[in-house]
């Protein structure tokens, strides 16, 4: 009787040392493969910094900002509108231009031709073509002689500010994404728009 | 005899099961030659991946070191994706809180002077690339990863992370004096330069041997940190015969030691008291079971004691309470940094790096032809004592 307890009770025991050492409580031991997501949708990868669904999220707000105003919502012609790079003033280093370019597809989606983007980040390459044309090297369809570039009645900017707060409870980042359509003659904003996101967040203990 | 069979069987299977569950590779098939760059490209395709950060930091800071930028900034680039976020809990880090996993089965992270050091790292190439804001989110992030801090005296201290953080803010036209005025506090040698927005050439100076890591305590489960020999305590950095005195604002083996007791450390504490507490259960059991082995009225009980016994042996055997001494171990130990104005075309400049007597280290010096572009962008220098490129 004591000999069969013994023989159970070593192999509950062993049982339960190899169970121990094996991928037990280990959550995709083979990984995840990778999967199409939607922008605005949360990963099962993220952090408390800028994500595609806070970028999704502020551009859109922005974009339909933008086209309720009533200089553009109301403009006899399309205004021309000129992007300026985004001031990052946070602590997350970011890819500085896809703010605006998320923005200028918005609206070039949804303005139905209400706006016009005037390519500044391309002028060195536009001022090549044109003196091409000029010097008559390569046909043009108008008259380059008397052709400019055109001036913008408005510009678009932003800027990311941050604040982050980190504790032994953990990390919160906060941070503020506000954008303005300034009229460059006056100087006047004729809009600003904001949006608010914060998160928290803490790490596993093996890194604290 | 049934019994004591019965025993031996259990113990010898128990002293196989955990040396079979070792299933990660390790770099015994791999063929290191001691260069950062080329064991990090063996190691990150080969190695084992919770490895992969460290590599790509040694990596990093070794094409810097050489002058290739576009090289340090993809491997930073990817480290800093893995560090920059919230480190939730893995399959390797909950291996690592378990008892019968070392700590060193988690994916190497650093320690936050290690983090720290990637996002200093990225914010020079950043400034390199003209995108002072970008630089200056990484040195905020740095800054952020030395806040954590067990002793709050020695949080957030570094002097050239509030003052580079100042610094590009007064260059974006906006007010870094809070950044500069917390970086005159915590600077000692009185030394650091005006933030002065007109400077355009900054030169970020590194030097020394970085902190290494060793393991103390009887299951060598106590991170400690050495410092490495340092015959270069400051630099000279000469520019059209005109000469700046270039010290240490930071030091990485003060900032590795003034970190404090980590949450880790306590769950390494807790598996050395099982380890010790286990070893002793079992010892004492398999003395008690071997005297009652002796008598034949209680040979069966004294069996089963004497297998308890040699369980829990093997189980204290199989626990690894050991610290994680993997270290980024080509950092530098002491930063520093130069501002300057210089009009723009060609000048000269040598940098001698100093011992604690004031003379040029042998074989140390650099000469470099700096060309300062017409215009607002500002020319960024990264120079170390083991640079061979620039």
Same mark, same amino acid.
Request: contains cysteine.
């Given at each position: 009787?004591?000999? +069969?307890?013994?023989? +159970?009770?070593?192999?509950?025991?062993?049982?339960?040392?190899?169970?121990?050492?094996?991928?037990?409580?280990?959550? %995709?031991?083979?990984?995840?493969?990778?999967?199409?997501?939607?922008?605005?949708?949360?990963?099962?990868?993220?952090?408390?910094?800028?994500?595609? %669904?806070?970028?999704?999220?502020?551009?859109?707000?922005?974009?339909?900002?933008?086209?309720?105003?009533?200089?553009?919502?109301?403009? %006899? #012609?399309?205004?021309?509108?000129?992007?300026?790079?985004?001031?990052?003033?946070?602590?997350?280093?970011?890819?500085?231009?896809?703010?605006?370019?998320?923005?200028?597809?918005?609206?070039?989606?949804?303005?139905?031709?209400?706006?016009?983007?005037?390519?500044?980040?391309?002028?060195?390459?536009?001022?090549?073509?044109?003196?091409?044309?000029?010097?008559?090297?390569?046909? +043009?369809?108008?008259?380059?002689?008397?052709?400019?570039?055109?001036?913008?009645?408005?510009?678009?900017?932003?800027?990311?500010?941050? %604040?982050?707060?980190?504790?032994?409870?953990? #990390?919160?980042?906060?941070?503020?994404?506000?954008?303005?359509?300034?009229?460059?003659?006056?100087?006047?904003?004729?809009?600003?728009?904001?949006?608010?996101?914060?998160?928290?967040?803490?790490?596993?203990?093996?890194?604290? | 005899?049934?019994?004591?069979?019965?025993?031996?069987?259990?113990?010898?299977?128990?002293?196989?099961?955990?040396?079979?569950?070792? !299933? *990660?590779?390790?770099?015994?098939?791999?063929?290191?030659?001691?260069?950062?760059?080329?064991?990090?490209?063996?190691?990150?395709?080969?190695?084992?991946?919770? *490895?992969?950060?460290?590599?790509?930091?040694?990596?990093?800071?070794?094409?810097?070191?050489?002058?290739?930028?576009?090289?340090?900034?993809?491997?930073?680039?990817?480290?800093?994706?893995?560090?920059?976020?919230?480190?939730?809990?893995?399959?390797? /880090?909950?291996?690592?809180?378990?008892?019968?996993?070392?700590?060193?089965?988690?994916?190497?992270?650093?320690?936050?002077?290690?983090?720290?050091?990637?996002?200093?790292?990225?914010?020079?190439?950043?400034?390199?690339?003209?995108?002072?804001?970008?630089?200056?989110?990484?040195?905020?992030?740095?800054?952020?990863?030395?806040?954590?801090?067990?002793?709050?005296?020695?949080?957030?201290?570094?002097?050239?992370? *509030?003052?580079?953080?100042?610094?590009? !803010?007064?260059?974006?036209?906006?007010?870094?004096?809070?950044?500069?005025?917390?970086?005159?506090?915590?600077?000692?040698?009185? /030394?650091?330069?005006?933030?002065?927005?007109?400077?355009?050439?900054?030169?970020?100076?590194?030097?020394?041997?970085?902190?290494?890591?060793?393991?103390?305590?009887?299951?060598?489960?106590?991170?400690?940190?050495?410092?490495?020999?340092?015959?270069?305590?400051?630099?000279?950095?000469?520019?059209?015969?005109?000469?700046?005195?270039?010290?240490?604002?930071?030091?990485?083996?003060?900032?590795?030691?003034?970190?404090?007791?980590?949450?880790?450390?306590?769950?390494?504490?807790?598996?050395?008291?099982?380890?010790?507490?286990?070893?002793?259960?079992?010892?004492?059991?398999?003395?008690?079971?071997?005297?009652?082995?002796?008598?034949?009225?209680?040979?069966?009980?004294?069996?089963?004691?004497?297998?308890?016994?040699?369980?829990?042996?093997?189980?204290?055997?199989?626990?690894?309470?050991?610290?994680?001494?993997?270290?980024?171990?080509?950092?530098?130990?002491?930063?520093?940094?130069?501002?300057?104005?210089?009009?723009?075309?060609?000048? !000269?400049?040598?940098?001698?790096?100093?011992?604690?007597?004031?003379?040029?280290?042998?074989?140390?010096?650099? !000469?470099?032809?700096?060309?300062?572009?017409?215009?607002?962008? *500002? /020319?960024?220098?990264?120079?170390?004592?083991? /640079?061979?490129?620039?």
């Amino acid at each position: 009787m004591k000999l +069969s307890f013994l023989r +159970s009770l070593s192999a509950v025991l062993a049982a339960a040392v190899v169970s121990g050492c094996a991928s037990y409580g280990v959550k %995709q031991p083979s990984g995840v493969a990778a999967r199409e997501m939607k922008p605005d949708e949360r990963g099962f990868v993220s952090g408390t910094g800028i994500e595609s %669904q806070d970028i999704v999220a502020v551009t859109d707000k922005m974009a339909r900002g933008i086209m309720g105003i009533p200089e553009i919502a109301n403009a %006899q #012609t399309a205004p021309r509108i000129v992007v300026l790079p985004v001031q990052n003033d946070t602590r997350f280093p970011i890819n500085k231009n896809i703010f605006l370019e998320e923005i200028m597809a918005l609206l070039n989606e949804r303005s139905g031709g209400k706006v016009r983007f005037l390519a500044r980040d391309r002028m060195a390459e536009l001022e090549k073509e044109r003196d091409l044309k000029r010097s008559g090297q390569v046909t +043009s369809s108008t008259d380059v002689s008397v052709n400019k570039f055109k001036g913008a009645d408005y510009m678009l900017t932003g800027k990311l500010v941050g %604040q982050t707060t980190r504790t032994s409870a953990g #990390t919160s980042d906060y941070i503020l994404y506000s954008f303005e359509l300034i009229n460059p003659d006056t100087s006047e904003i004729i809009w600003n728009g904001s949006h608010r996101i914060k998160k928290q967040g803490q790490d596993d203990a093996v890194y604290r | 005899m049934k019994a004591v069979l019965c025993a031996s069987l259990l113990g010898g299977l128990l002293l196989i099961i955990p040396t079979g569950c070792a !299933t *990660d590779s390790d770099y015994s098939s791999l063929r290191l030659t001691g260069d950062p760059i080329a064991d990090s490209r063996v190691a990150i395709e080969r190695g084992p991946k919770r *490895d992969r950060v460290l590599w790509e930091y040694r990596a990093g800071l070794a094409y810097m070191r050489k002058g290739q930028f576009e090289e340090a900034k993809r491997l930073l680039d990817d480290a800093i994706l893995s560090i920059g976020g919230i480190k939730t809990a893995d399959s390797d /880090s909950r291996k690592a809180r378990g008892y019968f996993h070392s700590e060193s089965k988690k994916t190497f992270l650093g320690e936050p002077y290690e983090r720290v050091m990637a996002f200093y790292y990225r914010g020079i190439l950043y400034w390199m690339d003209g995108e002072p804001d970008n630089a200056r989110a990484c040195f905020r992030s740095a800054q952020i990863e030395d806040s954590d801090n067990e002793n709050k005296t020695y949080s957030a201290d570094y002097v050239l992370l *509030d003052y580079l953080d100042g610094l590009a !803010t007064a260059k974006l036209a906006g007010d870094g004096s809070d950044a500069d005025k917390r970086a005159r506090k915590l600077d000692k040698t009185g /030394s650091l330069p005006a933030c002065d927005p007109k400077a355009n050439v900054l030169i970020f100076l590194d030097f020394g041997q970085g902190p290494h890591k060793f393991a103390t305590g009887e299951y060598g489960q106590e991170l400690r940190f050495g410092e490495g020999n340092q015959r270069v305590r400051n630099a000279l950095v000469t520019v059209d015969n005109q000469s700046v005195r270039a010290p240490a604002f930071d030091d990485l083996y003060f900032q590795a030691i003034t970190r404090g007791g980590r949450v880790m450390d306590h769950i390494l504490g807790n598996k050395a008291v099982f380890k010790e507490t286990t070893a002793i259960a079992g010892m004492g059991a398999i003395v008690g079971g071997a005297v009652l082995l002796q008598n034949r009225g209680t040979r069966e009980v004294g069996a089963g004691l004497l297998a308890l016994g040699v369980l829990s042996e093997v189980v204290s055997a199989a626990t690894t309470p050991e610290a994680d001494i993997r270290a980024w171990d080509n950092l530098p130990q002491y930063l520093s940094f130069v501002a300057l104005t210089a009009s723009p075309g060609q000048h !000269t400049m040598r940098i001698d790096f100093q011992d604690a007597y004031g003379d040029a280290v042998e074989g140390l010096s650099k !000469t470099i032809t700096l060309n300062i572009p017409v215009g607002s962008r *500002d /020319s960024i220098i990264y120079i170390s004592d083991q /640079s061979t490129s620039f």
